[in-house]
């Protein structure tokens, strides 16, 4: 197989766009804890109520598969539906801990700050060395997240500057673009970046994130494997598939 750079060399790839959490910054586990923080609370409560036991949030399976890389109120909804759940969608302006699809997600939304605040927020080393040297050969970059903490997390991190273009959460709802597994945001950031799709390489670690580049036409997707998701990545169209981005 093909080395990264090999890949890079012969798809004549001229810009690259990263997915934010777990990919380039170390907070896809943060959004992980906050998600099943929130999501077991409620269950208990919610069993309580029902008279019947729902079974906790399992990282491995339901964040993966149900709400990794895509809006948090899909998030919501996703996994609730998983445990024969339905409620009101409410508004992104629901109090946290309404029991409301817009209250639950706001209540992991202030979970996930609270997190952030307490233990700051680690940028991936292998990532940021590798980033910066292809900017240096005249890549171009750009990050895009489902979250709508992008800006906060990169700030946090120190690395706003690498990225030339950012869309995130709050973006791609004023722009009404479809969360992941479409391709929009992808798309987006290609576009302002002025780099056709085919001309660009996407970096993810979320299934449905590498659905979405596949979908958007990419000329490289590269599916980041921190968490042996090795096989699942492959499965859902991941060109190659890395643990870690090559030292430079």
């Not at 609270?114 to 991936?124: C, R, S």
């Not at 670690?205 to 699942?232: C, M, N, P, Y």
Request: proline share 3%; aromatic share 6%.
């Amino acid at each position: 197989m093909n080395t990264l750079q090999q890949n890079l060399q012969e798809k004549n790839i001229k810009a690259l766009i990263f997915d934010l959490d777990g990919v380039v910054t170390q907070t896809a586990r943060v959004h992980a804890q906050a998600w099943k923080r929130m999501f077991d609370a409620y269950l208990q409560q919610r069993g309580e109520k029902d008279g019947k036991l729902y079974e906790p949030l399992d990282i491995e399976t339901d964040y993966r598969e149900l709400i990794d890389g895509i809006p948090r109120y899909d998030g919501v909804r996703n996994f609730l539906e998983s445990r024969g759940i339905s409620l009101p969608e409410g508004t992104p302006e629901d109090e946290e801990g309404e029991e409301t699809v817009g209250g639950l997600g706001n209540l992991k939304n202030m979970y996930f700050q609270e997190l952030v605040k307490q233990g700051g927020v680690d940028a991936y080393d292998d990532t940021i060395a590798w980033l910066k040297h292809q900017k240096q050969n005249g890549l171009r970059t750009a990050v895009i997240s489902a979250s709508k903490n992008c800006v906060e997390v990169l700030h946090a991190a120190g690395i706003e500057k690498l990225f030339e273009e950012h869309v995130d959460g709050l973006e791609a709802a004023h722009l009404g673009l479809k969360g992941k597994p479409a391709p929009d945001v992808f798309l987006e950031a290609a576009r302002r970046l002025g780099i056709a799709p085919q001309d660009a390489a996407v970096f993810e670690d979320a299934r449905k994130g590498v659905q979405a580049a596949k979908a958007g036409g990419f000329g490289l997707v590269v599916g980041i494997d921190r968490t042996h998701d090795e096989s699942a990545l492959t499965k859902v169209g991941a060109d190659l598939v890395i643990k870690e981005f090559p030292k430079v």
